[in-house]
């Protein structure tokens, strides 16, 4: 049985920082891409940013880029989300997911295993 559990959401004033972290078992961690999406309310689920395998190969969503970074230990089965300099449009529920493409998706419908997700507010 795969889960995926994310950790480290919360409430942060604008311009603070934040870092989630997303713990997997059940699966061949090494062999996913992992990647992380968010939820604002009202809104549809998008994506934010993925890591290939390794983690040599990262993408970001332009309105994230340079802000946020993603990090993986394969060691260890996590995948992090350090989020720098926040902004009231960052608050969303963020999940971590895991794909078994071979290259790096930044497309919903390819992540098979999700987790329940984390509360991120930013205040303004």
């Known amino acids: 049985q795969v889960q995926l559990v994310e950790s480290g959401g919360g409430l942060v004033q604008t311009g603070g920082s934040l870092r989630l972290s997303c713990a997997a078992s059940?699966?061949?961690?090494?062999?996913?891409?992992m990647g992380w999406f968010r939820q604002a309310p009202g809104k549809e689920r998008e994506f934010v940013a993925a890591s290939s395998w390794s983690g040599r190969n990262t993408y970001y969503a332009d309105s994230v880029k340079g802000r946020f970074t993603i990090s993986r230990d394969n060691a260890k089965n996590t995948v992090a989300l350090q989020m720098n300099s926040l902004k009231p449009e960052d608050t969303a529920v963020y999940y971590c997911?895991?794909?078994?493409?071979?290259?790096?998706?930044?497309?919903?419908?390819?992540?098979?295993?999700w987790g329940q997700g984390t509360q991120v507010t930013v205040s303004s």
């Open positions: 997911a895991a794909s078994p493409r071979v290259a790096v998706t930044t497309t919903m419908g390819n992540y098979d295993y």
């Open positions: 059940g699966l061949t961690f090494r062999n996913h891409v």
